[in-house]
């Protein structure tokens, strides 16, 4: 269902597109018809002169709980490896030519953590909780987090986060460099999108050139993304990974 995925411009913030996680029943857990409205929206942004910069956010409580593990059991079940959604969504965000910003309140597990590595600015709420038990459920990481998140944070609180599958505090978040900013829970949205707005306001092709210098070379993070899905996919298949899987869903 595609309207698990809200996309707005919301008039009140000129410039700004919103792209919202709105499935709460399941704690905005992510399924394939999800990504693919995802990376579809990134892409069409890159063409709308109208939009200069997107905005990620959940529901109250919950930014991501990650991808929908039944996705996950079906593709370990059936012997396939990563769904092209996903990884097409990847592509799309880091190869957004626009700022992207991110609001997380509460959860932000998996995908829920690692899509912040390749945002521009993130704000948290004080309740917030970044984990990635990708090891735990007999996967490995993803998004390029191997790649990104070690020049980001550091040896230990990357593999803290992505190995050992230690969860993060709000606070420990910004201090790791994942968050810019931790407020109240009903400051996220608004300081979210008002964020996206003061960026979309910026001279455009000034704001292109200053990203691109300062985010690199997008090319490293992409085969990077395509080495860890190898692994991932042949994790996916594997029995060990079938075995974590059936166990979570019978807590």
């Not at 579809?40 to 956010?57: H, M």
């Not at 948290?124 to 490995?140: G, I, K, N």
């Not at 979210?192 to 690199?216: F, N, Q, S, V, Y």
Request: proline letters at 4%; charged letters at 25%.
């Amino acid at each position: 269902m595609t309207d698990h995925i809200v996309v707005e411009q919301p008039s009140a913030y000129p410039g700004v597109q919103l792209i919202r996680f709105n499935r709460p029943e399941k704690k905005n857990a992510i399924t394939r018809a999800m990504y693919r409205k995802m990376a579809d929206t990134l892409n069409a942004a890159n063409a709308d002169p109208g939009i200069r910069a997107t905005a990620f956010l959940g529901t109250e409580g919950c930014f991501s709980a990650g991808n929908d593990l039944n996705d996950f059991l079906a593709a370990a079940m059936g012997g396939r490896g990563l769904e092209q959604e996903i990884l097409d969504f990847l592509y799309a965000l880091v190869n957004a030519e626009k700022p992207v910003v991110s609001g997380v309140d509460g959860l932000a597990i998996g995908i829920g953590t690692t899509i912040h590595l390749h945002c521009d600015l993130t704000i948290a709420s004080s309740r917030s909780q970044f984990r990635t038990p990708f090891v735990d459920l007999a996967l490995v990481p993803e998004a390029g987090s191997s790649l990104v998140a070690p020049r980001l944070m550091g040896h230990q609180r990357a593999f803290a986060m992505l190995a050992a599958g230690e969860g993060f505090s709000a606070e420990e978040a910004r201090e790791a460099g994942l968050v810019w900013k931790v407020v109240e829970s009903g400051e996220v949205d608004a300081l979210t999108l008002g964020l996206a707005a003061k960026l979309a306001a910026k001279p455009p092709e000034a704001m292109r050139i200053a990203r691109d210098l300062i985010r690199g070379d997008r090319g490293e993070i992409i085969a990077r993304i395509d080495e860890e899905a190898r692994y991932f996919s042949a994790r996916l298949k594997s029995a060990e990974a079938r075995a974590a899987f059936e166990a979570f869903m019978r807590r």
